[in-house]
Structure formats: C-alpha cells, structure tokens
C-alpha cells in the first residue's frame, strides 16, 4: 500500500507530504479514497495537491502517516 509521511508546516492543518505534494485534512465527507477506491470516512480524508497543477485528489487516513512528538496515524 502507498504511504506518504506528512510533515507540519507553518499553517496550521496545511502539511507537506514526502512525495512532494501537500495535505489538508477534510472533516465531515463521505468519499472514496482516490488510491484504495475505499470509503475514507472512517480513516479520515485528506485533500492532496501538487502545487502549480490541477492534479488533485482524496487521499484516506491509510495512505497518511504523521509524524509529530512520536505521534503516527496509520491503519
């Protein structure tokens, strides 16, 4: 399974991912994972954009590993 490691920026929920693009995590939608093709409300969504393109997707909480003071969300 592909997994992106997300590190925090100066804004608040705005993250850099390590494959380039960045992540905003989404609250309150029922989507399907454009990686998976499963239903990420339970994992949580994560918005994914490559900056300067209009490559966008939802990313769910599986692919999404943070690393912050030894805290990781991953399933």
Do not use: N
């Amino acid at each position: 399974m592909k997994t992106v490691t997300l590190m925090e920026t100066e804004a608040i929920d705005f993250f850099a991912g390590s494959d380039g693009a960045y992540y905003t995590p989404i609250v309150g939608v029922e989507a399907r994972c454009s990686w998976c093709a499963q239903w990420g409300h339970p994992a949580g969504l994560y918005h994914r954009q490559v900056l300067f393109t209009r490559r966008a997707a939802l990313v769910c909480g599986r692919h999404v590993r943070r690393e912050r003071e030894g805290w990781q969300e991953t399933v």
